[in-house]
């Protein structure tokens, strides 16, 4: 039995199900889920990330990170995370870069939160140099300074989807109609998370909503706020959900999101305002991925890189810079939001 029989038979027995659940099985599935059976990383797999793309992104990453610390006196001990860390190479290009960096490395502890079996034994083996503490949630993190990465996570959170009526909300479902799956909506319904949202919007409007995505931001947040640290979180998204989202990624192209469930990446844009207001902690404003990089200095960096390549590679190298901050590729899809304390600067290349 596939995925898709499996999510017949529920709906068969219990009726339509919200976009969330139907996300979340395909998703997470412990025998037929995506990030459960595929290697959706790389040009081999369905998407390429940014650390992916050139070891830049992540080198600059970690330096920004240990900046961080160093501004907040050094830290004995801390917890250096990335949430949802695919392989481990954005980890691995953050340490690299930041070997030279006197204390950095003795006070760390490297954790890193992931929920597939598969993905950490790809990590572990990335990240072999390095003792790796490997948790199921936020929430086991301990209590001490928490420097956090969070690239390309949030958007692979489950979200509810509702399209606004004259006075109240349907939610988007997925049902079952002639052995197949489609999508409908549920009864209009007053949601009182989304009743600030009414004055704003019109008629036919759709809004989108990532239950699990506070409670993270609140335990991330909440031990940046009593015991100092800093995050960064790097998604495609804007400050205020409006319109649908909701989409398939395969092999590289656009898929329908109900053929095949199991088999192919489901994502949605963050609502970056939401996860600021989850923080218990300050946060910066949303700055383009392109922007934040150039500040941290990448330009700079790839000149080094490139005073070492020539022909094709050299060709490849500005191409990948270029793709990491062009405006038209992955500079302005991707925006950036710090996590800091309310009493402390944000992180570089960001802005309260």
């Given amino acids: 039995m596939n995925l898709r029989d499996v999510l017949l038979m529920r709906i068969a027995q ?26 959706p990383f790389g040009v081999e797999g369905d998407f390429i990330t940014a650390p992916e793309v050139s070891q830049m992104f992540g080198e600059l990453i970690g330096l920004c990170l240990a900046r961080c610390w160093m501004e907040q006196g050094r830290p004995q001990q801390f917890t250096l ?35 597939s079996p598969r993905l950490k034994v790809l990590q572990q083996q990335m990240l072999s140099d390095y003792e790796i503490d490997t948790l199921g949630s936020v929430t086991d993190l301990p209590d001490r300074p928490l420097f956090a990465i969070a690239n390309e996570f949030f958007d692979a959170l489950p979200i509810r989807q509702f399209s606004r009526s004259e006075t109240n909300w349907r939610e988007t479902q997925v049902g079952a109609q002639n052995d197949q799956l489609v999508m409908g909506y549920g009864p209009e319904l007053p949601q009182p998370a989304l009743a600030h949202r009414l004055a704003e919007t019109k008629p ?33 998204g804007a400050w205020r959900s409006l319109g649908d989202t909701f989409q398939a990624v395969r092999a590289h192209q656009p898929a329908d999101p109900l053929v095949d469930p199991g088999q192919a990446d489901l994502t949605a844009h963050v609502d970056f305002e939401a996860l600021a207001e989850a923080a218990p902690c300050a946060h910066t404003r949303l700055t383009p991925q392109g922007v934040f990089l150039e500040r941290l200095g990448i ?43 309310n009493d402390g600067p944000p992180p570089p290349g960001l802005e309260k």
Avoid at 95 to 101: H, Q
Avoid at 306 to 313: K, M, N, Q, R, V
């Fill in 299 to 341: 330009t700079q960096r790839a000149q080094s890189l490139a005073e070492h390549l020539s022909g094709p590679a050299l060709e490849t190298h500005i191409a990948r810079h270029r793709r990491l901050t062009h405006p038209d590729e992955m500079g302005n899809l991707f925006k950036v939001m710090g996590l800091f304390p």
């Fill in 14 to 39: 219990n009726g339509p199900i919200s976009l969330a659940d139907y996300m979340a099985e395909c998703l997470l599935h412990p025998t037929h889920g995506y990030y459960t059976c595929h290697m």
């Fill in 81 to 115: 995370a990335e949430l949802g860390p695919g392989r481990g190479t954005l980890m691995a290009d953050a340490l690299r870069a930041t070997r030279g960096i006197d204390g950095f490395h003795e006070a760390a502890r490297i954790t890193l939160i992931e929920a």
């Fill in 204 to 236: 036919g409007d759709v809004v989108e909503d990532s239950p699990a995505a506070a409670p993270v931001i609140h335990e991330v947040g909440g031990r940046i706020a009593q015991h100092g640290g800093a995050a960064l979180i790097i998604d495609y």
